[in-house]
Structures are given as C-alpha cells and as structure tokens.
C-alpha cells in the first residue's frame, strides 16, 4: 500500500473545522482532491475520514493542528491499520508531517513555514498549476484548506529528489527520529 492522504483543516479548537481538503497520493501521484466548506457539520464526515484513515498514511504540515482537531470530533478512528509497519493502532496516526521531515532532512533552512519550503524548493508554478487546476479561484492563496493540502502534497512529491525509493515506512522513520 502505497496511499497518501494529504490534509488541511481551517478552522481551531473552540470553532471547529469550518472547512477540510484532502489530496490523495498513489505512488506519490495525485489521484484525487476533496474540497468542503463545513460550515458547523464537520461530524457528518466522520465514514469518509475513517475511509482515509483505512486506506492510507494521513499527511499534513504540522501534523499536530489536524490531529488535535480530528480528535475534537472523533477520539479515535477505532482499529486500522498502522502504515508506519506491521499491526494496528488506534490512533489517527503517526502521522507524516511535511514540516518535521523538511526540518530533521534540511536543517539550514530559514523557515519551515508552508509557503516558505514551497518556494525554498521552487514549488511555486507547480503549485500554480495545480490551484487553477483543483482549487475554487477565491480560495487559491495559502490558508485554503485546499492550497495548503496541495502545497503538503507536493512537499512529500519533492521528497522523492531526496530520499531513495520514497515511501511511507522510510518517511515515518524520518519523521519518528
């Protein structure tokens, strides 16, 4: 299995999740994106984002703020499978979290900010590209929940110059480190 699920919430903790977007990776290629504006009724996703967690490895910059929202609503997805080796777990993750694999893999960066590693590795027309492509032309700009999946998504493509035979074990070990 070798499925990627990069996601982005808007939103925070006391609010909740006003809008989400995910970006599936097969074989760290795109194959779908999911774009929707919740509007208070992010509880009647949770089938779809137990579907994700089932599928694939989830991914997000700054893993953390999606977890901690995603346990807002749902503490657990229940038992799945735990993609970062054998067995099951019942935890939303590990998660691949773009912003500590970039920071433990290039350590003399400026920023690890979102929009800054996407321009540090020239992700910019890429993910031009891919906006007017996938994206709503209001919400092209980074903090839209799909920008920001996108960006995350070509983030863990770019890892593929870097790192041998990419894929979601080597990549969990980076980031577990």
């Known amino acids: 299995m070798n ?3 990069t996601i982005d919430f808007e939103g925070n903790k006391r609010l909740g999740i ?3 977007a995910v970006v599936t990776l097969q074989n ?3 194959v779908s994106t999911r774009w929707e504006i919740c509007g208070g009724n ?14 694939g490895l989830l991914a997000a910059h700054s893993s953390q703020t999606e977890d901690d929202l995603l346990r807002r609503y749902w503490v657990s997805p229940g038992k799945v499978p735990l993609f970062a080796g054998d067995g099951t777990t019942i935890s939303w993750g590990p998660w691949m979290d773009t912003k500590l694999v970039y ?4 350590k003399s960066l400026p920023s690890y900010g979102l929009a800054s590693l996407v321009g540090s590795f020239d ?4 993910l031009k590209k891919l906006a007017t492509k996938h994206c709503d032309p209001r919400f092209r700009s980074f903090h839209s929940a799909l920008f920001d999946a996108l960006a995350a998504a070509l983030l863990v493509q770019n890892l593929r ?6 894929s979601n074990k080597p990549l ?3 980031y577990k480190k």
Not at 42 to 55: D, G, I, M, P, V
Not at 161 to 166: G, I, N, S
């Open 42 to 55: 992010f509880h009647k996703y949770l089938e779809y984002f137990l579907s994700l967690r089932r599928t």
């Open 3 to 5: 499925t990627i699920h």
């Open 161 to 166: 110059k870097y790192l041998p035979a990419v």
């Open 103 to 106: 920071r433990k893999l290039f």
């Open 123 to 126: 992700l910019n027309s890429e």
């Open 172 to 174: 969990l070990a980076i």
């Open 28 to 30: 760290l290629e795109i």
């Open 18 to 20: 006003s809008e989400f």
